[in-house]
């Protein structure tokens, strides 16, 4: 379902809100990630509001990115310690974190209460 500019920013805005009242968002500032995306040109959900999957797909694909260019840094600074790092074990890692992260989050927003992103 595609909404107007002005009904997602009056959700985003009541899901800040809402964030901020549960103690979520202690400081007023959003998360980096957020701030990246939105600087990006993106319009992204609060994560807590976002489904498991796209949750699993967000968190996976950050892992699985930082995870290989620590992987190349290592490789490039020490030649002698070479990890050999199989693919299809980093892409279980990531899947594993990304499934991890996203059952947190669905755990928090049942936890605290919060509205599904329909109803704000």
Known sequence: MYL????????YA?????????????????PFLHRFLIW????????????????????????LI????IDWAVDLAIPALSSGND?????????LVGGAMASFHQW???KLGL???DQL
């Not at 107007?4 to 959700?11: A, D, I, K, P, V």
């Not at 930082?66 to 260019?69: G, K, Q």
């Open 4 to 11: 107007g500019r002005t009904e997602t920013n009056r959700r």
């Open 14 to 30: 009541a899901a800040l809100a809402e964030l901020r009242a549960r103690g979520v968002l202690g400081t007023g500032r959003l």
């Open 115 to 117: 509205s599904a992103w």
């Open 40 to 63: 990006a040109g993106f319009s992204p959900r609060p994560v807590s509001y976002l489904p498991w999957p796209q949750v699993l797909m967000l968190y996976g694909s950050a892992y």
């Open 108 to 110: 928090r927003a049942r």
């Open 87 to 95: 693919s299809a074990a980093l892409l279980l890692q990531a899947i």
């Open 66 to 69: 930082l995870a290989s260019l």
